[in-house]
């Protein structure tokens, strides 16, 4: 899910209809958009306070098999929370598990690997370096 | 877990239950129709509309046990809290539990009372009782199956408590009428 | 005494409205600013929108920044009145600051920290003089530089601090925390909805306040224990899973203000701390933050209690500036009235005075 939530509603559709259509499925509830309450703590460990809201999509779908999937992602994108969804309901098929685990979740991990990456980079690129105190002291 | 849809059209639905609780409650008594619902064993249609239009994650929720075979569902639409009766803001019962259980509000803020949604068997015929108060020109008269037989003395003992004191939302199968705590009560 | 009403300037309020979304468009032959642009171009507006409006949702923001114009407050009012549009589905588990992958991370009192100082895109050594090659659609340089050396999530300096004991330690505690969402504010207010309410205040107003402090209106010898900001995770505990998600990445500001103390009968010397959480990128605010959450703990902490930002109530009852600009603004409404009521009554104690 953590994937998913992270992903683009047209990514995860390139990936999931590679090989065939977006197989059919019944929708329980949503796509629908709300809030979850950010919480804090203060001082970083302390004591829960409420920091915020943020906008969340929800959705939960049924395959054609029966199992049922359920995602809460950032944002206002429909169209995600229902694929994510639909991944999720189709990923509790033991069948099919291991096969969308391959073809969708990894690439899409591993795009989301590689942009965090390159922002942790450029970050490092901007750590300070106190080599110029060590030569005076010498 | 088998899970079925709730409203047809969640957000038109909601908005026209929404309106028939809102009515049901200003002029006590009298009857609205739901539409647009598929409800779970052993709700009827109307409880289960009601339930989905007012209860959320934030307002925590209290199921007599006679309603478990509904309480995924109930989890699922609503995202709720099952909590005990006296920590409840909604509460929903298939027969008339006791008011006195409840969270009936403060003199400060009686808007912190329960509403309870009693499930009855019929809201068309049985025990007649007249309503008069706020919202009726003239008492009215409502027959309903399944409230207990002396129904009229233990609702004035909560009436009495105005401006705290419960509201109860009556339902049978898509029917539905309000009952709160200002209207008085006597056997017809 | 009863209200009057008054009807009429219907049509003056439709055409000020049109003249209003003619002024806000401006010159035709200027390209329209688009949302888009002012997400990605404007982030810092966006942040702030986002921290004052409570709600995180960069598009909303910088939608909300275009329709008012660029007024930042009137901004933060229109998300503040879409957000009660919108059902609650949950609260989060408490985001971990400490598994933040890092994009700045500064300490003003460890030079060799773990994880070391790392200064991220900062408006920070930069010499404050106007770049006139920005006046073009100047191109930038694609690839800043990156290094190999791995920034990741690094451990909060209160961590590393905490275990001589010197550092006031963190109480963890059960409680539900307050909402000032659902309940109105109440005092005494305690440190959950303080902070609840600074996170969501104005930052100037903080940040006044922050400043008062360090010229000696409450003074609390601070220093920048640490400041930093990136992605934070967030998880949510949905009633028909039992188990936490994870939902998405949000941008934070976290500010640890380090604070000597004195002690007191049950508490040896030590250093107390002040905290600052924000969204976006906000390090102004976080600090700004920090320094009046510390001022607010004057009481607890059992100091004298002499200063505005060591007011709990002065401080609560006017940091939000959606209720500031109401009140304020409210005055240019009808009060017609009130002011006849009070011009007589300045006539008549004129007439008894001349008699």
Redesign the interface.
């Known amino acids: 899910m953590a994937v998913l939530a992270r992903a683009s509603a047209n990514e995860i559709d390139t990936l999931l209809t590679k090989h065939g259509s977006v197989p059919s499925h019944t929708i329980l509830r949503g796509p629908e958009g709300g809030l979850v309450m950010v919480r804090g703590r203060a001082g970083g460990g302390g004591s829960a306070f409420n920091l915020g809201d943020m906008t969340v999509t929800r959705c939960t779908v049924r395959t054609e098999s029966g199992f049922v999937g359920h995602a809460y992602v950032a944002g206002r994108e429909t169209r995600r929370a229902e694929l994510a969804a639909l991944v999720d309901a189709l990923m509790q098929d033991p069948d099919r598990a291991a096969d969308l685990e391959v073809r969708v979740i990894a690439p899409l991990a591993a795009v989301q690997a590689r942009h965090a990456a390159e922002r942790a980079a450029k970050a490092a690129a901007t750590r300070v370096q106190f080599f110029a105190m060590q030569t005076m002291r010498t | 877990?088998t899970?079925?849809?709730?409203f047809t059209n969640?957000v038109a639905d909601a908005q026209a239950c929404f309106r028939s609780v809102l009515d049901a409650m200003a002029r006590p008594g009298r009857i609205h129709t739901i539409t647009g619902i598929v409800a779970p064993a052993p709700l009827c249609e109307a409880t289960a509309a009601v339930l989905l239009t007012l209860a959320?994650?934030?307002t925590p929720l209290w199921l007599d046990s006679s309603t478990k075979a509904a309480r995924?569902w109930i989890?699922?639409?609503t995202?709720a809290?099952i909590v005990p009766a006296d920590r409840s803001t909604f509460g929903v019962a298939l027969a008339l539990p006791d008011l006195a259980g409840f969270p009936n509000g403060t003199d400060e803020m009686p808007e912190t009372a329960a509403t309870i949604i009693v499930q009855v068997d019929s809201l068309e015929a049985g025990q007649r009782f007249v309503l008069a108060g706020p919202g009726l020109r003239e008492p009215a008269i409502l027959a309903v199956t399944g409230l207990p037989p002396d129904f009229a003395a233990l609702w004035q003992r909560n009436h009495a408590l105005f401006p705290r004191g419960i509201d109860l939302i009556l339902c049978a199968g898509v029917r539905l009428t309000a009952l709160p705590r200002s209207v008085s009560i006597k056997d017809a | 005494m009863a209200y009057v009403a008054i009807k009429g300037g219907e049509q003056a309020i439709d055409n000020a409205h049109a003249w209003l979304a003619e002024e806000r468009r401006g010159d035709t032959a200027t390209p329209a600013l688009s949302v888009s642009q002012i997400q990605e171009q404007l982030g810092r507006s966006v942040d702030r929108v986002m921290a004052e409006g409570s709600l995180y949702d960069r598009e909303l923001a910088a939608l909300a920044i275009k329709q008012a114009q660029g007024d930042l407050i009137e901004a933060a009012f229109l998300l503040r009145a879409y957000r009660t549009t919108l059902p609650r589905f949950a609260h989060s588990v408490a985001v971990e600051t400490g598994s933040m992958r890092i994009e700045r991370r500064v300490s003003a009192i460890f030079k060799d920290l773990p994880g070391g100082q790392v200064l991220g895109p900062t408006y920070d050594y930069t010499h404050r003089l106007l770049d006139f090659s920005l006046l073009g659609d100047e191109t930038v340089a694609p690839e800043t530089e990156t290094a190999a050396g791995h920034v990741g999530t690094m451990p909060r300096v209160p961590d590393i601090l905490g275990h001589e004991g010197l550092l006031e330690a963190d109480a963890p505690s059960s409680r539900e925390p307050g909402d000032l969402t659902r309940e109105p504010l109440t005092f005494p207010a305690e440190r959950d909805v303080r902070l609840q309410a600074l996170a969501r205040g104005d930052e100037g107003f903080l940040l006044g306040l922050g400043y008062s402090t360090q010229r000696g209106y409450g003074g609390s010898h601070p220093f920048a224990g640490e400041i930093r900001m990136g992605e934070v995770s967030v998880e949510i505990e949905p009633a028909e899973l039992g188990f936490d998600i994870d939902i998405g990445d949000l941008i934070m500001t976290e500010c640890q203000m380090v604070n000597q103390f004195k002690g007191s009968k049950t508490v040896p010397p030590q250093f107390t701390r002040g905290y600052g959480l924000v969204f976006g990128f906000g390090e102004r605010k976080a600090m700004a933050m920090a320094l009046v959450d510390r001022a607010m703990r004057a009481a607890e902490l059992g100091e004298d209690v002499t200063a505005p930002a060591q007011n709990v109530e002065f401080v609560l009852y006017h940091s939000d500036n959606i209720e500031a600009t109401g009140f304020v603004e409210h005055l240019k409404l009808p009060h017609y009235v009130d002011f006849q009521s009070e011009l007589q009554n300045v006539r008549r104690m004129r007439k008894e005075a001349a008699e």
Do not use: I, T, Y
Not at chain 2, 3 to 6: C, E, K, R
């Open positions: 877990m899970l079925s849809a709730g969640p959320d994650h934030e995924d989890a699922f639409h995202g809290a």
